[in-house]
């Protein structure tokens, strides 16, 4: 059946339904139409850990054979200590999980050009780079702290042929306040293709791997002096 046949039948079918019939039709046939679409806003939670206060979605993203992840979890400090922690970007690869190299290239005031190295240290798989834009999203006004960014290869160094770029990293941080501020629920949205000859499914594994990985690291970081909550640590 074509696209053009659909329209025209949907359209005599409306001028002589009832209204509810009508409304339940159109979202039938935006659903047929772009599947992929309708299901991109459907997160799944794919881990759970009561223990560990974390939980992971994931949800399909349109033209993409790799999902998009969500992990949500509970950190035992205060939104800007959490923060501090995401800004330290110089110091990722003393505490982030298969962070090799963290450098910042430039800050323009609240956007800051990032590039990494990965080594995900397993048999056969390449190390990666790649450079990304944050955008500082913080409300401090109403303790509420973030970050965003989008892939921004051509700001960054030239690729080495020793290594694989990673052309899609896009994701964010969000720190809100619980138990007045005491506290902090944590979400962090990620949607990456490690790029190479890795399958789609060994991507999804490895990603979703990673996000406990990380909130590990923050929890494990966010207690240090130095990115204490009274404090505000500039992007370094």
Do not use: C, Q
């Given at each position: 059946m074509s696209k053009q046949r659909t329209s025209r039948e949907l359209g005599v079918f409306m001028l002589k339904a009832k209204p509810y019939r009508v409304i339940r039709a159109l979202v039938l046939f935006a659903v047929m139409l772009f599947p992929a679409t309708a299901r991109s806003t459907e997160w799944e939670s794919k881990y759970k850990n009561q223990d560990d206060?974390?939980?992971?979605?994931?949800?399909?993203?349109p033209g993409s054979p790799i999902k998009e992840l969500k992990g949500v979890g509970e950190i035992d400090a205060p939104p800007r200590a959490c923060w501090n922690v995401i800004r330290d970007y110089n110091g990722y690869a003393a505490f982030m999980p298969y962070v090799k190299k963290s450098e910042i290239l430039k800050v323009h005031g609240a956007t800051t050009y990032l590039y990494s190295v990965i080594d995900p240290n397993l048999p056969f798989i390449s190390?990666?780079?790649?450079?990304?834009?944050?955008?500082?999203?913080?409300?401090?006004?109403?303790?509420?702290y973030g970050t965003r960014w989008t892939t921004a290869n051509d700001d960054g160094p030239t690729k080495e042929?020793?290594?694989?770029?990673?052309?899609?990293?896009?994701?964010?941080?969000?720190?809100?306040?619980?138990?007045?501020?005491?506290?902090?629920?944590?979400?962090?949205?990620?949607?990456?293709?490690?790029?190479?000859q890795l399958p789609s499914w060994a991507s999804a594994w490895a990603n979703l791997r990673a996000i406990p990985g990380v909130f590990s690291a923050l929890r494990r970081t966010v207690g240090e002096a130095k990115y204490r909550d009274d404090s505000e640590v500039p992007a370094r």
């Open positions: 206060r974390l939980e992971v979605f994931e949800r399909e993203v190390v990666r780079d790649y450079t990304i834009k944050i955008d500082d999203v913080s409300e401090p006004a109403s303790n509420r042929p020793a290594m694989i770029r990673i052309e899609r990293n896009v994701g964010s941080w969000e720190f809100t306040p619980l138990d007045n501020g005491r506290r902090t629920l944590a979400t962090y949205v990620l949607h990456t293709d490690p790029g190479g």
